[in-house]
Structures are given as C-alpha cells and as structure tokens.
C-alpha cells in the first residue's frame, strides 16, 4: 500500500496512468490494437464500447491480470510493468469487478479481510472497514453473512474492500447494471465524492445517459480499437452511440396496432419454495397476459427471477397444476416438453450452458429444445437433415453470424448465440414466449434485432413476458411493466404511466402507495380468479 | 521463466484424436525406464509385448477373445460416463451375469434340454448383471449415494457369492474338490467360429453392440439425451431431458452388457464356472473405455490393444521372466496418461516470460 495521498502537486502535469500503444493479442486476434489512453486525477474518466470491442481486455492490462504483448504503461510518468493484480494494488490501482468475488457463507468483514494482504488484526480491519464505510456513505455491517445481502450492498463490500487500500486509481466495470435508478444515484454521490478526494476513475459503460451525468472524459474502443477521446457532456447520446458501433443503430419500430386477443397465459396466486437454501421463495405470484401483448418484469437480480423462470417452464413443478395455466390448459404439474408442446417457448437469462450445451453444435442445440414439438425426431430417429435447417433458417432470418454451417454453440459471439437463441424458438411460432434478460451482454446491433422480433411476434399475436433489469429495454417494448421484489410481483402498470422513480420505488422493495397496491392486487388476483 | 496452462478458446479436435496416441506412446517410454530397472533389454521387452503377439494366429485368436469382454463392458460403461453416472462396478456385474446364466447351465446339466439353453444363458446374464447394476443406479437416484462406492462395494459381494457357490452347493461332484462347477455340456457352450480355434460367436456379438451403440449415440434421441445429460445437465434439464432416468437406464444397459459379457466368457473360453474368471476386464474396461474417448469405434481399437497387453504380458512372463503383475502396472500408467493428455484438449502449455501471480479475480 502506497503512504502518499492522492493529492500529488506534481500530478497534474503528467497523468496519473498512461498507456501507449497498448495491444493485446491473441493468436491472430487482436483485443487491443494500439491503444492510446491518459488517466488523470480528480478525472472520471469513461470507457465506451460494445461487447468485444476489448475494455476488459484493456483493463485487465492495466490491473495486471493479463501481460500487453506490445506497448507500454507508465503509472505517473515512470515505465510500469505489472507481474500482477498484487502489484497493481501495491501501487495504487484498485478494481470492482462485474462478477462479485465474495463468499456467500462468509460475513462481510471476513470477506473484506481475504481481499486484503493481512498485515493488521481482524480487529483492526474491522474496524477500519466500518469508518471507511462511514466515511463514503456506504453503510455495512461488518458481522452479517454476504448470502443476506442485496446485490447492491455486495457491490458496496468491493468497493469498500477496494477503497480500503487508498487507491489513487479506480477501475469500476459496469458498476450499475445490477443497482435501482435509486442505488446507482447514491453510487454517483460516492464518486463524486471520491473525485473531489483527488483520485482518479476508470467508468466502464455502456449506459449512455449516465456517462454524459458522470463522466469528464469518454473513450469509445470499436473492434479492438481506440475510436475517440471525447467529452462525453459534449456529445449526444446518439452521436457516442454512433462511435461505439459504428453505424446508425436501427430504431425498433414501435408496435403497428397489435391486436390483444384471449389470455393465452395465466399465473394463479403461484407460491413456491427454492430449491436453494439461498434461494428466493415465491410469494403470491398472479398475472395475466393475453395474445398480441408484451409484459415486462423488471427488478433487481436475485429477487425470484430465476426461480419464476424455472416454475414457468416447468424445469420446477408447482404442487397445484392451476397455479400455471398455458393455452387455457392448467399446467402447472406438466414438464417442460409437455408445456412446449401446448404452444410455450423459453428463453433463459444464461445461453450457455442453459439455453444450448456449450460444446455441442448449434444443429444439436436446435434439437435441444425443438424435439418436443418440432419433426426432428422420427420413431426416436434424429432428422439430422430437420435440425440443420432451423440452423440454416435462424441463420437467415436472424442475421447470425457464424464461422462455418453448423459450429458449437460456444464459439459464437454472444449477441450472434443469443440470436441463435431467440430465434430458435421464434421459429418454431409459439403461444406463449417467456424470455429472460432477452439482451444482457448482448452489443447494440443485436439487441435491436431481438427486441424487434418480440415485438413483431406479439404482433403476430403471441403472448410475450420478458423479464429484463433494463429498464430502458421494457419502456421500448412492453406494454405494461410489473416489478419483482423479494419474490412478490407488484401489479402491473402501463408502460405510460411507469416512469423510472416509480418503478425505482418498487425495486427498492417501497409500495408506491399502499392502500391502492392491495386493492389492485386483490382484483388481478380475483380477475385472473381460479 | 514459467510454464504455465492455458485455457483454449476452443476445444481442439486434433488433439482429442491425438491424445490417446501421445498416451500410448509415453506410457511405452514409461515402461521402457521400468524394463530397464528390472534388468531387461527395453527393446526386446517392447518386441515382446507388442509385436509377437501379432505375428502368429494363436495369438491373433487371444487378442480378439480378450478384446470381447473389454469392449463390451466398455461399451456399456461409456455410455455411463457420457452421461455424467460413475459406473465403477462393472467386474461385479460381469460376475453376476455369469453366476445367473451358469445357474441355467447347472441346472439343465446332464438333461435332454435343447439349444433353447444357450440363448436362455445369455438372456438371463444380461438381466442379471441389469439389475445388480440397478442397486447403486436406484441408491444414487432415491437416496444420493455415491454410486461409485456402491457400484465398487458391490464387486466384492459378486466375488465372494460367486466362491461361496463354487466350493458349495455347485461344486463339480467329480471335480476332486477344486472349487468349481462341472464342464457344462454343449448346449450349453458358446459355439467357436473356426474349428479347432479359440476365436468364438462372441467377438460376433461385440461387434454388433459396437454398431448399435454406435447408432444409438449418433443417430437416436435417446443418444443424444445421454450426450446433453454429461455435457450440460442444466441445459439438459432445459430441454426436458430426466437426468435420474437416464442414469437408471445407463447403467441398467451398462450392467447388462457386463453381465452378458460375463456369462459369454464362462459358456465360451471358461467352460465352467469357477473363481478367477476375470483378470479384472470390468476394471480394465474402465481404461478401454476413457482410451476409446468413450466412442463405440474408439472402444473397439482401445479393447483389441488393451487385449494385446495381456497376451503380450503372458508372453514376456514365458519368455523373459517379466512378472505378469508389469502388465497391470502398464494399464495403470496408459490410464494415467490417457486422462493427462486430455486436459490438452481444453488447456494448453505455454511459456511465459516473468512469474505471475495468480489472477485474483475475474473480468
């Protein structure tokens, strides 16, 4: 750890990190091509890009966790080579991951001290940790075990395990796709107050609003490359847009008269308890969603998406079959197959390894979902020739971009799996689709193909529920919007009427007005009614 | 600097092919050391062990009667692994289905009974070694035991159900108390493909397992639903694939290809039921299997060289006083290598300049 403060009076001549002609390669694949970037003090500096356009790998680089295969780092004007993330912390460099590296049975002090190098008393870090804590407005409790805790106080456990070494530089990946409107508002403030403090931020982003809000500086990479270092406040949303991909990004055409027919699915006060010891139970959950609709489920992570996913597509069964009603056929006791076969199709938030078999072909990973339904099975004989054309019709119809005819699922990139995903089941013309985070990790040009085929299936006159934590993602498409929170669906509200605050609100866990949320929810559940 | 393993961006077929030959090839430097140690001029060991069995048709008979239990209990014992179920019982298996179709042949010993016997043999081996292989099957599913204790245990109670049977109540009347059952007669025999020789109908029958298991993995849904189980169980679920079910049905045809495989070897090459019917093939066929890359055609090439070392092994014990025991020595260190090379398929060395820490996180 480094005994000089952050307030250096010679830093604001040279830059505190410097990076010249960074590149990363990967056999002939190049990560980062020369890359040029300056990291100033008291400087919140963005770093823009699509998915594959190579922030992780330069800032795994500058963390020490990969070696640059040419150029050079200088760390306050001084040559810097790092054998690793030790060396980077030693000088300074602090890092708050995407992926949350925390033990779910451990407490949140423990945690913090196996992130540190050990050289005080349990006692004393504890200690510490709770000023730290205090000091940024980032409250803890250091005796409480990590499986308690939301994700948003999880994330406050990294950076205040990051914040505990006085770093001078701090690298922050995507840190808000996992808050409320609410909590990443009161991150804002903690940067800010950080800046203030002299230190210097690295933003990974790619929620634009928010790096105009926050950020002094931007730099956009596409395809490996440095595109523009700009002023983000200067720019328009659109035009950074433009310089992450690198073209016009097509606008989801809005739904031309979608006509709403029967309820083609039907949830009946559905209470289930997980699986998991930490896991989230079910509570009370009705809706209803008719033909030619899109409903939207926001909420943060972890508050029974998955386990809602899992009772939908029957991967857990209900004990009552009414609970879940598919095509007007109660469901709730059958199997995935069996509730594919009355029309459902799913989509699930992880494609690999979930959506298809990672090293399996995507002809195989067609057959995956689509024996059930679909003729590619004969007298228990596989139509290899069947499977090969969904591929080949997913591949046409949804743009995906692949190497060779019929490559293993891993192998693509994820926008084009995810493609390959959605449209697998499109194809095969469902009732009911219900697809998770349609878009997450997914780069702007694919995410524009995928929401508008949901929206032009809903058109089509299927039932579409989509539960997403972008919340920008569900205004686009949806039609009404309920939130999920500690495993209970709020009512839902017209996607008009939904602004952020409110459903910020009904995140965080806070009934917009009380009286009301129990009378309508007496209602849904008496319409929906057994 | 260091050398270090590196994750692939994508799996390497090349290697996969390659793996068991790299295997092979430094198992064969490995025992090259150990003859060297044990006195033995390596080259001639070697010429011993892999090329003299090759040269006479005695010996090329042995191998493709060795090779017929060890493919098809590999056979039967990959499809176990494919998907995902620790199948580690098959010598007691092969055991009980040759107990269970020796009772028929006992039974009828001496009768007028018809050539319904032999049929009858094999049908009741394989059902037998089918059910024996559904206790640790059920236990794993109902209760959550480790099925590769359970499936191991149980080889030790075949063992000594088979003795007690042999030195008591089928003891061979005239057999001069030697623990074991009378000759069984002819119907009761598996009939030899060339007269005079050892090679018989069996090696017929493992190859038509070979063909069929191999229609089964690539053509069926059933084959497909054991590949997705293995190689992705969430996505497998996703898909509406029953994991439970198919680790009852995998091990259920993995037992009955064993037991059937046992009652081959005592109506065929045996003759009789005794103690020490097996030189450990449902063990061995734990190598052939993983030495096949647990693909049928794999498993046929793995099974007939696996069958060359224990001809070859007798034959260097004969001519070069090498202790028999080197040749279980040598299918340990070919299974060693064997899984070693493999990670090369997913992993790969490489150099790196300056020491590293390991990463402390992931990005």
Redo the contacts between chains.
């Keep these: 750890m480094s005994d000089s403060t952050p307030d250096d009076p010679h830093s604001g001549q040279t830059p505190l990190l410097q990076t010249v002609g960074l590149t990363k390669r990967y056999g002939t694949f190049l990560a980062n091509d020369h890359i040029d970037i300056e990291i100033w003090p008291k400087q919140i500096h963005a770093l823009l890009g699509e998915n594959g356009a190579g922030k992780s790998t330069l800032v795994k680089a500058i963390y020490g966790l990969i070696q640059p295969s040419e150029g050079e780092m200088r760390w306050q004007g001084e040559s810097m080579v790092l054998s690793g993330p030790s060396e980077a912390r030693a000088r300074g460099i602090g890092m708050v991951f995407q992926h949350f590296s925390l033990f779910d049975n451990l407490t949140v002090a423990e945690n913090v001290a196996l992130g540190l190098d050990g050289k005080e008393s349990f006692k004393d870090m504890s200690a510490r940790l709770e000023q730290v804590s205090h000091v940024y407005g980032l409250p803890l409790d250091p005796k409480r075990e990590v499986w308690q805790l939301s994700v948003g106080e999880r994330q406050r456990i990294e950076i205040v395990r990051a914040l505990m070494q006085n770093p001078k530089f701090l690298i922050l990946d995507e840190p808000t796709a996992v808050l409320t409107p609410q909590e990443a508002d009161q991150l804002f403030i903690v940067l800010d107050r950080l800046k203030a403090e002299g230190r210097a931020i690295l933003y990974i982003s790619h929620k634009l609003e928010e790096v105009k809000r926050l950020c002094d500086t931007a730099t956009i990479l596409r395809g490996g490359r440095k595109i523009s270092t700009c002023n983000p406040k200067a720019e328009t949303a659109a035009s950074l847009a433009r310089m992450m991909v690198g073209a016009e990004i097509k606008e989801v055409k809005a739904a031309a008269q979608r006509t709403i027919t029967v309820p083609r699915l039907v949830v009946n006060d559905l209470s289930l308890a997980p699986d998991d010891p930490h896991g989230v139970t079910l509570d009370r959950i009705s809706l209803e969603l008719k033909g030619g609709e899109i409903l939207g489920i926001a909420g943060v992570a972890g508050n029974g998406q998955d386990e809602f996913f899992a009772a939908l597509s029957g991967e857990r069964l209900a004990q009552d079959p009414g609970t879940i009603v598919i095509e007007g056929i109660a469901a709730g006791h059958l199997s995935i197959t069996r509730r594919r076969k009355l029309g459902a199709a799913f989509v699930p938030e992880e494609r690999l390894g979930h959506g298809t078999a990672p090293r399996m072909k995507l002809s195989e990973n067609a057959l995956l979902t689509g024996h059930a339904a679909s003729h590619m099975v004969k007298r228990g004989f596989i139509d290899t020739a069947a499977t090969l054309r969904t591929v080949d019709r997913a591949t046409e119809t949804f743009d995906v971009r692949k190497a060779k005819r019929d490559p293993e699922a891993a192998s693509l990139s994820g926008g084009n799996l995810q493609k390959f995903v959605v449209g697998r089941e499109i194809l095969r013309n469902p009732a009911v689709l219900v697809v998770s985070q349609p878009t997450w990790g997914v780069d702007a040009g694919a995410a524009a193909v995928i929401r508008q085929a949901l929206l032009d299936l809903a058109a089509g006159g299927a039932a579409v529920l989509v539960t997403s934590q972008d919340l920008d993602e569900l205004t686009e498409i949806a039609d009404r919007i309920a939130v999920m929170f500690h495993g209970r669906l709020s009512p839902p509200l017209p996607t008009a009427q939904a602004s952020r605050e409110k459903l910020g609100l009904l995140m965080g866990g806070s009934p917009l007005d009380h009286d009301q949320k129990d009378t309508t929810e007496k209602d849904t559940a008496h319409a929906v009614g057994a | 600097m260091q050398l270090v393993l590196e994750k692939r ?3 390497s077929n090349t290697i996969a092919l390659v793996s068991p030959l790299i295997a092979i090839a430094l198992t064969i430097v490995t025992m090259s050391i150990l003859f060297a140690i044990l006195g033995k001029n390596p080259i001639a060991a070697l010429g011993v062990y892999f090329i003299d069995p090759l040269t006479d048709s005695y010996s090329l008979q042995e191998i493709a009667v060795k090779a017929t239990p060890l493919v098809m209990i590999a056979v039967g014992l990959s499809l176990c692994y494919l998907a995902n179920a620790w199948n580690i019982g098959a010598e007691g298996q092969f055991l009980i289905g040759a107990v269970a179709g020796s009772w028929i042949a006992v039974k009828t010993q001496g009768t007028e009974a018809g050539h319904w016997v032999l049929p009858a043999m094999l049908l009741m081996g394989a059902i037998a070694g089918a059910l024996y292989a559904l206790i640790p099957a059920i236990c794993k599913v109902k209760f959550g035991a480790s099925e590769i204790l359970t499936s191991l245990m149980l080889v030790y109670v075949a063992d000594l159900f088979l003795d007690y049977l042999v030195r008591g109540p089928w003891r061979d009347p005239a057999g001069f108390n030697f623990p074991t059952t009378a000759e069984f007669d002819s119907v009761a025999t598996v009939p030899v493909l060339i007269e005079g020789g050892r090679l018989h109908l069996g090696a017929l029958i493992a190859l038509a397992v070979v063909a069929a298991t191999a229609v089964l993995l690539g ?4 084959g ?1 639903e054991i ?2 189980v293995g ?2 169980p ?7 694939f029953n994991a439970n079910q198919l680790i009852v049905l995998t091990f259920a045809v993995s037992g009955a290809l064993a037991g059937l495989a046992g009652i081959i070897e005592v109506a065929g090459p045996v003759g009789h039921l005794q103690p020490g019917i097996s030189p450990g093939y449902g063990f061995t066929a734990i190598i052939v299997a993983f030495l096949g890359r647990l693909n049928p055609i794999g498993i046929l090439i793995a099974g007939l060289f696996l069958a060359l070392t224990f001809i070859g092994g007798e034959q260097a014990q004969i001519a070069m006083k090498i202790p028999l025991d080197v040749t279980k020595v040598f299918q340990g260190i070919l299974l060693f290598y064997v899984l070693a090379c493999d990670s090369l398929i997913l992993y790969r060395f490489r150099l ?12």
Excluded: D
């Excluded at chain 2, 053509?219 to 059933?222: A, G, W």
């Excluded at chain 2, 790196?352 to 820490?357: C, K, V």
């Design positions: 961006a994508e799996r053509r069926t849904i059933k497909f590949r997705v190689a992705a969430r996505a497998a679920r996703f898909g509406g790196i300049s300056t020491p590293r820490q390991v990463p402390s996180g992931t990005g």
